[in-house]
């Protein structure tokens, strides 16, 4: 079945740089998402990859995708106290619906 | 920018009783969803509409839970007889038709606490 897989937490320091990790089981998903949800808010669309790209940049964010392993990784550049959130890795089979992971809590130490 | 709302931001209700969580999707969209997010949990999906019909659906969407687009701009979540366990954050999106961009719009969500 489909799933989405993800660390729980991960802990960096301001000014280092955060990658948070994610695995897929849908070898027909379209998209790729990182979503961020801050505490008691909604989900804010971070970037989304094709799953025909290996990696896309946009500003601090890198998204890296290996598709014969199904990996997909997040990474943050200066990681910034702001950044402090929950990260959701989410695949859409371009079918009717979105699969999100459990998500990954960034803590950044100051 | 056009984006999706939904209201009320927050609602409490006693168990038992019907609630209706309303959104209104970005107004070319076709494709409209509802997701659930208990605290602490994952985003869950519960239920996809296209064409004024239910496309797919989740075994949380039970016959207690209905949708509706009732004027062609609102859609609607409908819980008939509210549990303790519906507690839970409800994000409505919506989609533009395929050839267009082809992304999800999340809505800020209503938090549904059930007393």
């Known amino acids: 079945g489909e799933d989405v897989e993800q660390s729980l937490f991960l802990s960096v320091r301001e000014g280092d740089s955060s990658v948070i990790n994610c695995t897929y089981t849908?070898?027909?998903?379209?998209?790729l998402y990182w979503y961020k949800q801050e505490p008691g808010a909604g989900l804010q669309l971070l970037t989304y990859i094709f799953s025909n790209m290996d990696m896309k940049q946009d500003q601090r964010l890198t998204v890296l995708l290996n598709k014969k392993d199904k990996h997909l990784s997040l990474r943050i550049a200066d990681t910034q106290t702001g950044d402090s959130a929950i990260y959701f890795c989410?695949?859409?089979?371009?079918?009717?619906?979105?699969?999100f992971g459990a998500g990954t809590r960034l803590f950044v130490k100051a | 920018e056009p984006e999706v709302t939904q209201t009320p931001s927050h609602q409490v209700t006693q168990m038992g009783q019907e609630v209706i969580l309303r959104c209104v999707p970005i107004?070319?969209?076709?494709?409209f969803y509802w997701y659930r997010q208990i605290l602490g949990q994952k985003v869950e999906f519960l239920v996809s509409?296209?064409?004024?019909?239910?496309?797919?659906k989740s075994e949380i969407f039970d016959d207690q839970f209905s949708v509706e687009r009732p004027d062609g701009s609102n859609f609607t979540l409908k819980i008939r007889s509210t549990k303790l366990e519906d507690s839970a954050m409800y994000f409505c999106?919506?989609?533009?038709?395929?050839?267009?961009?082809?992304?999800?719009?999340f809505g800020p969500g209503t938090r549904l606490t059930v007393l």
């Open positions: 999106a919506s989609r533009a038709p395929a050839g267009g961009q082809d992304e999800q719009f």
């Open positions: 849908d070898s027909s998903s379209t998209y």
């Open positions: 107004s070319n969209h076709l494709y």
């Open positions: 989410a695949e859409y089979t371009g079918g009717f619906k979105t699969i």
């Open positions: 509409f296209y064409n004024n019909e239910i496309s797919e």
